[in-house]
């Protein structure tokens, strides 16, 4: 009889002993990460208050992704051959990595200024459009359109070598090649730290809420295998 109890207390610690394997318990802590990417799934209502803030993240995203590659193509091109190579470039809308950021957002994004190059650019605004560059602009004109908007300063010097005081920052060579080509130019005399125009995006529904979505996804943290 002894022989029979010890080999079913036996045959109970290979079962316990099973019932804890390693891979079982790593079974249990990736249920967590199941769990986190079950529930990305599941439909939620975005709130209109959630679409005016993904609205800003979006705006933020796609302007600042465009001031990044601005300076660095500008920087490319006046090592290259000064202001008559980077005076084309200065257009960073229309650059396919900025276009492409765009078109995911379904967003068209424009730079405007009251002192612009280009009279295509012309716009006036109010000294609230001009101030601080952490000030923003969001709203939604209608049900499928929002609006983004932020001030452009001139926060580099490189912006002084097309945009900055005449005979100081900008040769009058320059600054006569830039007239060739702009001849109603009033984009001169900015000083570093000063507001040069704004940043004006409009973005579309379905583009702001995907971005919304995106945002607030949980990623849950990978355990290290060793």
């Known amino acids: 009889m002894m022989r029979h109890f010890l080999r079913a207390a036996g045959a109970a610690?290979?079962?316990?002993?099973?019932?804890?394997?390693?891979?079982?318990?790593?079974h249990l802590r990736e249920s967590k990460r199941i769990g986190a990417e079950a529930e990305n799934w599941v439909v939620k209502r975005i709130m209109p208050e959630d679409l005016l803030r993904a609205t800003r993240?979006?705006?933020?995203?796609?302007?600042?992704?465009?001031?990044?590659?601005?300076?660095?193509?500008?920087?490319?091109?006046?090592?290259?051959?000064?202001?008559?190579?980077a005076l084309p470039y200065c257009r960073p809308a229309s650059f396919p990595g900025v276009d492409s950021v765009a078109k995911t957002l379904q967003a068209s994004a424009r730079r405007v200024s009251s002192k612009p190059r280009n009279p295509a650019a012309l716009a006036a605004l109010t000294a609230s459009d001009l101030q601080p560059d952490t000030a923003r602009q969001v709203a939604r004109p209608n049900a499928e359109t929002f609006f983004y908007q932020r001030?452009?300063?001139?926060?580099?010097?490189?912006?002084?070598?097309?945009?900055?005081?005449?005979?100081?920052?900008l040769s009058a060579t320059d600054y006569a090649l830039i007239r060739r080509q702009f001849p109603q130019d009033q984009a001169t005399g900015y000083a570093l730290g000063e507001p040069m125009?704004?940043?004006?995006?409009?973005?579309?529904?379905?583009?702001?809420?995907?971005?919304?979505?995106?945002?607030?996804?949980?990623?849950?943290?990978?355990?290290?295998?060793?």
């Open 13 to 26: 610690l290979l079962l316990l002993a099973a019932a804890c394997r390693p891979d079982q318990i790593e």
């Open 151 to 169: 001030p452009i300063i001139a926060n580099d010097a490189l912006c002084l070598r097309c945009h900055g005081k005449v005979g100081q920052d």
């Open 57 to 85: 993240w979006a705006g933020d995203s796609l302007t600042r992704h465009a001031d990044r590659e601005l300076l660095r193509v500008l920087r490319d091109k006046l090592a290259e051959g000064g202001v008559a190579a």
């Open 197 to 226: 125009g704004v940043w004006r995006v409009t973005l579309q529904r379905p583009g702001v809420a995907e971005f919304w979505t995106m945002k607030t996804r949980k990623i849950p943290k990978r355990r290290k295998l060793f």
